[in-house]
């Protein structure tokens, strides 16, 4: 925080000790009430409203229980018990069916991922693979057909090195295959050094074109359409698309492409992500749990029984014929990646997911970059779900169940309704039942899966819990701005890139720009923390007949350090 920042909270506070002290001081407020303590204390508001009522009116502590706070009370019990209670009783028994929903459908993918990886299943055992074989590197010709790659990347300063690089180093015959570099960059020094990267690597050999466009629209669907509409991306069989922080190993190709050659109704290759900077704070290990989980369970089990999963935007190659039959890349969602996929599976082509090929990437840094990209994946699928529902339901209701309603809708919705509202509530309100099946049993069935599949990362596992709460919030936010198309469902924000191997130190980097307190701090999170916290201390005072104060402490605390941004490292508040 900047010293101006600072300086005015000083002030602040002081101006608050300095109004409650006068307000003490000619009688206003009067503390000389204490609350009972032991067996006499108040086991509701009842008893402590009384008291409140000493200390803001300055009349004794008898006195207090002359104004007809009873009357009140006993209209706020109605109200509860009558209104509230019913209310929530309702949004409870859905969740509990939502809760239902979700955890029949990660029973399902875990059993299959575990059945995979017990048999030693295969790609190969399904589809045919046969390697590359006759023609020479060198020679370029023989069996090896016309690749085209295409990098989109929007002013990737840190890392268009590394993209452009490991693209133009793949093994394929330099005759056969068009690296295109898609650059819709609006910073002119950093286009600039693209094109000039561009130039180099053409100097040396490599068939690369630089493609721009006078606009962003579309965002990256708008780029990787117009890139298809060049009339040398129109002798291209197949497209591999990295973004610009991917770094595919150079038999990438030569792994990945023998499936869409020997298999005609194969239209895509998916490979595995691997991350560059997964050990470097605690947010970044959170999210690998994520995307394992994401990998070898939801696109594991969906590749080994021939159902749907979807394109995950890039380290894929797709058959040109399967794009341009599906309609082409389309821009009506944040998802593009998503949308090709649904509509190429509805033409009845087919994909398959190779775990084993693994590409390197980078994950969002700062916490602010993670819930951007997760606030655009979650509603651009929400929106998707909205757009396509009935096409979807005619066609495969498997799709949609599953990986629409369940993944989509289902699971943001019920984490941040039943944990993050309904329950912090429920210690207020005693009438209203939750079921232990519903609020324990299931979260922890979810957990056993969870970690069932990632055995090394048990030791992270209560951070994962705790960050996965937080996210609910934004997952179930962009959930309902997709699914009502509100203001910004459209919206596409490039997650910012630190480069974390980028090692020439000629090209200088972006200089940090100051921030205002408000992009420092994340005041939804904070104001959360406040919430759960006060329900936890509430319960806490009034047990009653449940106790979740512990749990309640802990979600509060987890809003707290990530509304102050941290995120296991020294550094915060930025």
């Known amino acids: 925080m900047e010293a101006g920042e600072i300086g005015g909270a000083v002030v602040f506070a002081l101006a608050a000790s300095a109004a409650v002290a006068a307000a003490v001081y000619v009688g206003a407020v009067d503390f000389s009430h204490p609350l009972a303590v032991g067996a006499g204390a108040p086991s509701d508001f009842e008893g402590v409203i009384p008291w409140l009522v000493g200390v803001f009116s300055g009349l004794p502590s008898g006195a207090a229980g002359g104004v007809s706070l009873g009357t009140v009370y006993e209209l706020w019990v109605r109200v509860r018990s009558r209104v509230i209670a019913p209310t929530l009783q309702v949004a409870v028994w859905v969740c509990m069916v939502m809760s239902v929903m979700l955890v029949v459908e990660a029973t399902y993918n ?8 017990v048999i030693g299943w295969r790609p190969e055992w399904r589809f045919k693979w046969e390697p590359l074989a006759g023609a020479d590197e060198e020679k370029g010709t023989g069996e090896y057909p016309m690749v085209m790659v295409q990098i989109p990347m929007y002013n990737e300063l840190e890392v268009y090195k590394l993209s452009i690089g490991t693209a133009c180093e ?33 100097s040396k050999g490599v068939n690369i074109k630089y493609a721009i466009r006078s606009s962003r629209k579309g965002f990256k669907a708008g780029a990787l359409k117009k890139g ?45 992500w691997a991350f560059v900077n997964d050990t470097t704070s605690l947010l970044t290990r959170v999210q690998k749990m994520f995307f394992d989980y994401h990998f070898k369970v939801e696109q594991e089990a969906g590749s080994a029984t021939f159902a749907f999963f979807s394109f995950n935007g890039t380290a894929g190659v797709w058959r040109t014929t399967a794009i341009n039959e599906a309609g082409g890349w389309k821009d009506r969602t944040t998802v593009e990646d998503m949308d090709l ?15 084993d090929i693994r590409v390197k990437s980078e994950l969002p840094s700062t916490y602010g970059a993670y819930c951007r990209q997760q ?3 979650s509603c651009g699928g929400a929106n998707l779900f909205r757009k396509m529902a ?76 705790l960050f996965e709460n937080v996210m609910t919030l934004h997952r179930m936010r962009a959930a309902l701005t997709g699914l009502l198309e509100l203001s910004g469902f459209n919206q596409w924000i490039v997650t910012k890139k630190a480069g974390n191997n980028f090692e020439d130190n000629v090209v200088p980097l972006l200089h940090k720009t100051k921030k205002r307190l408000r992009d420092r701090v994340n005041f939804l999170e904070i104001g959360f923390s406040v919430f759960l916290i006060l329900c936890a201390s509430y319960n806490l005072i009034f047990h009653g007949t449940t106790s979740y104060y512990f749990n309640l402490y802990l979600q509060g605390i987890a809003f707290l350090l990530l509304g102050f941004n941290f995120t296991g490292t020294c550094a915060c508040c930025q």
């Open 110 to 117: 875990c059993v299959v991922s575990l059945g995979v990886k």
């Open 170 to 202: 793949l093994n394929w015959p330099k005759d056969r295959i068009i690296v295109q570099v898609l650059d819709d960059s609006t910073d002119p020094f950093i286009k600039n050094l693209v094109e000039l990267e561009c130039e180099s690597w053409a």
């Open 228 to 272: 298809m509409e060049c009339d040398y991306a129109k002798q291209c069989e197949y497209i591999a698309i990295f973004d610009a922080d991917f770094q595919p190993e150079p038999d990438f190709l030569l792994r990945t492409v023998p499936f869409l050659m020997h298999n005609p109704d194969i239209a895509l290759v998916q490979a595995r």
């Open 341 to 355: 996929a649904v509509r190429a599976t509805l033409h009845g082509w087919k994909f398959v997911y190779v775990g």
């Open 375 to 377: 606030f655009r994946w």
């Open 390 to 465: 009935m096409d979807v339901l005619i066609a495969k209701f498997y799709m949609l169940y599953s990986f629409f309603l369940v993944r989509r809708v289902v699971a943001p919705m019920v984490a941040c309704i039943l944990y993050n509202i309904i329950v912090p509530v429920s210690v207020m309100i005693p009438e209203l039942f939750l079921p232990i099946w519903g609020v324990a049993y299931i979260p922890m069935a979810l957990l056993i899966i969870t970690a069932i599949r990632n055995p090394r990362n048990l030791h992270i596992m209560p951070f994962w819990i």
